[in-house]
């Protein structure tokens, strides 16, 4: 079982950028699946991001298309999501998830981490 602590959350104005950091261990980080899902108050937990064992194969939400980046350090055991073009909208507590292949990650069925604060002001 992975043990996933996120980073890298803060404020920003709208259009501007943030990089959040999701450092897994404890796991076979190489052959987990990985994933970004995010959570307004009195609203459900949604998918944003999601990325396969390899690095090779992406997947987001459609609100995010364009603006958003997922990607993997494998050496580092860490997973990144870049966000850019950033929208109030976009305000939530971002979560880490990682599971076994992507289809269970991309269900929200892996295990996660406790979550970082991205608040973006008009």
């Known amino acids: 079982q992975v043990q996933l602590v996120e980073s890298g959350g803060g404020l920003v104005q709208a259009g501007g950028s943030l990089r959040l950091s999701c450092a897994a261990s404890g796991g076979t980080f190489s052959s987990a699946a990985m994933g970004w899902f995010r959570q307004c108050p009195g609203k459900e937990r949604e998918f944003v991001a999601a990325i396969n064992w390899s690095g090779g194969n992406t997947y987001y939400a459609d609100s995010v298309k364009g603006r958003f980046t997922i990607s993997r350090d494998n050496a580092k055991n860490t997973v990144y999501l870049q966000m850019n073009s950033l929208k109030p909208e976009d305000t939530a507590v971002y979560y880490c998830?990682?599971?076994?292949?992507?289809?269970?990650?991309?269900?929200?069925?892996?295990?996660w981490g406790q979550g970082t604060q991205v608040t973006v002001s008009s």
């Open positions: 998830t990682a599971g076994g292949p992507v289809v269970l990650v991309l269900q929200g069925l892996g295990s």
